[in-house]
Every structure is written in structure tokens, then in C-alpha cells.
């Protein structure tokens, strides 16, 4: 993000898990926020073609028994203030998922989280993202097993 204005963007797979909701961008209030997020069709297609989302060593592509969605803070964050990136400062983003109904107990359910930005003004900025403007930082990938046990 260095002397850019960029959106933080999310694309979260789910796998036997229900994808509830996001809560704001920037909730720690660094970067000038808290924003808003909203979801966005045309970055979840575009991530998910080949070779545009890879983080250690995988392809958002390769995984296909997910169900996919891209979650796009509505504000930039720039390189000055109040929005410029400061060290060791959080962006924090809460997921919300959910068990299916009637999910058996052991059964597992499983998410994979590619964290980058989009620069929309990298080739043309007219609001459609384009390969070459989206920069993967990172990937976390897990599963939960699913429990009727309230504790």
C-alpha cells in the first residue's frame, strides 16, 4: 500500500460452515476508521480466477468445494492521515459463521481467509477490478468441528 490509497479486501470460503456476516472495517479505529464493508461480486470472481489469489503456495482457484464471497472495506486507506498505515497498529474485521442446521457432532466445517488491497487506479480506475490490481498479504485456513454441547 505504499503511497497508494487502497481497500482492504477479504475473500472467505466456507466448506460445511455458514457465512453469517462482517462486522465493520477498522474497528480498532486506526486508519482513520471505523468504515463500512460491503460485499463484492465482481472481486470474488476476479480472486478467484487463476493465478490472481495465491498466498503461501495456494491458489483461492484450487480450492473448490468452497463457498466464496469477497468483503471490501468502503473506505481507502491511503498513505496520510487519518487513513495511512502506522506500525504495529491492528485492522480488525470480526467474522460471523454459524454450524449448518441438524450438522452431526464431529462433523467439521472448514474456512480459508485470503487478506489483501485493491488498487482500482492501477490500470483504469473506473470501478471494476482488473488482474494486477488486487495484492494478496496473507492466508489462514482452518476447520471446526461442529457440537450440539452448550458450554
Known amino acids: 500500500m505504499e503511497n497508494t490509497a487502497d481497500r482492504v479486501v477479504l475473500l472467505v470460503g466456507t466448506d460445511g460452515i455458514s457465512y453469517e456476516r462482517a462486522s465493520r472495517s477498522n474497528l480498532t479505529g486506526n486508519w482513520g476508521g471505523p468504515t463500512g464493508r460491503a460485499p463484492n461480486n465482481a472481486l470474488r470472481g476476479l480472486m478467484r480466477s487463476g493465478g490472481v489469489c495465491t498466498a503461501n503456495g495456494i491458489d483461492a ?3 473448490t468445494n468452497f463457498n466464496w464471497r469477497a468483503i471490501l472495506s468502503a473506505a481507502d486507506l491511503g498513505a ?4 495511512a498505515a502506522q506500525p504495529n497498529e491492528v485492522l480488525r474485521v470480526n467474522l460471523y459463521f454459524r454450524s449448518p442446521a441438524h450438522a452431526p457432532d464431529g462433523l467439521r466445517g472448514s474456512m480459508a481467509i485470503f487478506a489483501g488491497v485493491w488498487d482500482d487506479r ?6 471494476v477490478p482488473e488482474a ?3 495484492a494478496r498479504t496473507g492466508l489462514i485456513s482452518f476447520s471446526l468441528p461442529h457440537t450440539t454441547n452448550a458450554s
Open 80 to 83: 496520510d492521515a487519518p487513513t
Open 132 to 134: 494486477g490490481e488486487v
Open 122 to 127: 492501477i490500470i483504469t480506475a473506473h470501478g
Open 61 to 63: 482457484q484450487e480450492l
